[in-house]
């Protein structure tokens, strides 16, 4: 199985504050690789696909880069709602698997 | 507008059996994949199966901690993904999601809470 790894597993910031979320892949995944948000007591959100492609909805200050192994979601201009948890996933090959995820708090 | 509406879950003991249902609405539901996610209380997300359209000739994918326990199936009929889960156990306790699988998985439900105890 493909092993994900996220960094940092938490991290604190503040309002308009830009942060990276990293995620490494245990073997090579090319570009396939999503990003989700999850606040408490809902279900996941999409934001990125193919590591780099905004779902349809998702406002640009969301972005992710990266292909192979190593992956980074960047958040621009933190507004209050965007404090959450993270999630980075690979759909390369069966069984898709998750990163831990990675808190953002104020 | 896309919808996924999960049901079916509840209490259940150790040994027994559940059948989740995921209701679509809002697209061609038979031309999709379709896959399942939980979330064990506190933790993260694993993938645990998934469903392939008519088209992919409706085979099915499952994570090693469910094979041979948990079938996925589907009725295009109905616009309806379904999860039957056998021989359960403490650790099946979760949050069950259905999502489109789609980019990923780009349209998620709300899920249904599953709770394994006697």
């Known amino acids: 199985d493909i092993q994900m790894t996220q960094s940092p597993s938490a991290m604190s910031a503040s309002v308009g504050d830009r942060v990276s979320i990293t995620c490494r892949a245990s073997q090579d995944i090319s570009k396939s690789l999503a990003w989700f948000q999850q606040k408490p007591g809902k279900a996941p959100k999409s934001l990125i696909y193919?590591?780099?492609s905004l779902q349809s909805g998702v406002p640009s200050k969301f972005s992710g880069s990266g292909s192979g192994t190593d992956f980074t979601l960047t958040i621009s201009s933190l507004q209050p709602e965007d404090f959450a948890t993270y999630y980075c996933?690979?759909?390369?090959?069966?069984?898709?698997?998750f990163g831990q995820g990675t808190k953002l708090e104020i | 507008e896309e919808q996924l509406v999960e049901s079916g879950g509840g209490l259940v003991q150790p040994g027994g059996s559940l059948r989740l249902s995921c209701a679509v609405s809002?697209?061609?539901?038979?031309?999709?994949?379709m896959d399942w996610v939980r979330q064990a209380p506190g933790k993260g997300l694993e993938w645990i199966g998934r469903s392939r359209p008519k088209a992919n000739g409706y085979t099915t994918e499952y994570a090693a901690s469910v094979r041979g326990r948990f079938t996925v199936s589907r009725d295009d009929s109905k616009n309806s993904l379904y999860l039957q889960m056998d021989s359960l156990k403490a650790d099946d306790t979760a949050m069950y999601y259905c999502?489109?699988?789609?980019?990923?998985?780009?349209?998620w439900g709300r899920g249904t809470m599953v709770t394994v105890s006697s």
């Open positions: 999502a489109r699988g789609y980019h990923s998985f780009d349209v």
């Open positions: 809002g697209f061609t539901f038979s031309d999709y994949y």
């Open positions: 193919a590591a780099s």
């Open positions: 996933q690979q759909y390369k090959s069966y069984p898709y698997t």
